[in-house]
């Protein structure tokens, strides 16, 4: 299996190698052709000067020479434009399909991922998954109302048991006398008493 997969990747790699070097090839041609129209331009403007020159000085049949070669360098001129018009749309139209191929290779990845998937993920496990996860829930929500329910039990025993203890104290104060709100006056014994006075006696001459 693994020598199967590894004279795919080796078919793969060698026929991407071939239209790489396709597409240099095509792109090295459209350059020299490029080249090409630049020169017969640079050329027939060479040839148009020359013309003008051989009219201005009379000669008439050296002119006459020079514009049919300056027609057949501007036929050839037509004709390269034609041929690297071609060039370039075969270029544009083999990176399109290029692009093409890597979305579908890309698509096709996608879907075989998607099938190994599915496979390891049915639809039956996915609804017994659910089902145990609700059951999962549904038993601790059981759980959390059972130990709410105790703890308001136990809640509840600590109450009367306060309760119980506060009734008892207020039994305690209601036996006792109660205190006097009031502190009582206190009689304040003066320092110096008056002393009683004895009679005085007169003498009689």
Do not use: W
């Amino acid at each position: 299996m693994g020598c199967l997969i590894s004279k795919h990747q080796e078919e793969q790699k060698t026929r991407v190698n071939e239209e790489d070097k396709a597409i240099a090839q095509i792109k090295i041609t459209r350059d020299q052709v490029k080249n090409y129209l630049k020169k017969l331009e640079s050329t027939i403007a060479q040839l148009k000067s020359a013309i003008k020159e051989c009219v201005k000085n009379k000669q008439k049949d050296k002119a006459l020479l020079v514009l049919r070669k300056q027609k057949f360098l501007e036929k050839n001129l037509e004709t390269g434009r034609g041929e690297l018009l071609n060039l370039e749309g075969q270029i544009a139209s083999i990176e399109n399909a290029q692009i093409q191929k890597n979305v579908y290779e890309a698509l096709k990845q996608g879907n075989e991922f998607l099938k190994n998937i599915n496979k390891q993920l049915t639809v039956e496990d996915v609804n017994k998954l659910m089902e145990e996860t609700a059951e999962a829930i549904e038993y601790q929500q059981e759980v959390g109302r059972a130990l709410a329910q105790q703890g308001i039990q136990e809640d509840d025993t600590d109450l009367l048991q306060q309760l119980d203890e506060l009734d008892a104290v207020e039994a305690l104060e209601v036996d006792l006398p109660s205190v006097p709100q009031q502190e009582p006056v206190k009689k304040h014994k003066d320092k110096h008493k008056v002393k009683k006075q004895e009679p005085v006696v007169v003498l009689q001459e």
